[in-house]
């Protein structure tokens, strides 16, 4: 797989813990058209796993439910690798993570 600039930032946001797709945005400032593509590419690829919230969870809080993805082993391998070899790149996401939500089942 080749790892785009955009790619990187992607991986590295997942780095966070397990995020859903509006928070990477917000946190890459890469567009939705972007960002989207890149996560199903990742998790085609085994570097990322995704499940959906629970259904309820999102209905408490009157809104749709959010898919959250978090790295596979190999994909936490590489993002260290991408976090090692890019300390800029990884540096420009540093800051407050949002709190990770469980994912379900």
């Not at 590419?41 to 209905?59: D, M, Q, T």
């Not at 959250?68 to 260290?80: M, N």
Request: hydrophobic share 40%; charged share 25%; net charge positive.
């Amino acid at each position: 797989m080749r790892l785009t600039t955009p790619t990187k930032l992607v991986l590295l946001a997942c780095g966070h813990g397990a995020r859903y797709g509006f928070d990477i945005i917000d946190l890459t400032g890469l567009p939705s058209g972007t960002v989207y593509p890149i996560l199903r590419r990742l998790e085609h690829a085994g570097l990322l796993k995704s499940r959906w919230e629970a259904i309820r969870v999102a209905r408490q809080e009157q809104r749709p439910p959010r898919r959250y993805y978090q790295l596979s082993g190999t994909g936490a391998t590489l993002v260290r690798d991408v976090a090692r070899d890019n300390p800029k790149l990884a540096a420009a996401l540093r800051g407050p993570a949002p709190a990770p939500s469980p994912l379900r089942a």
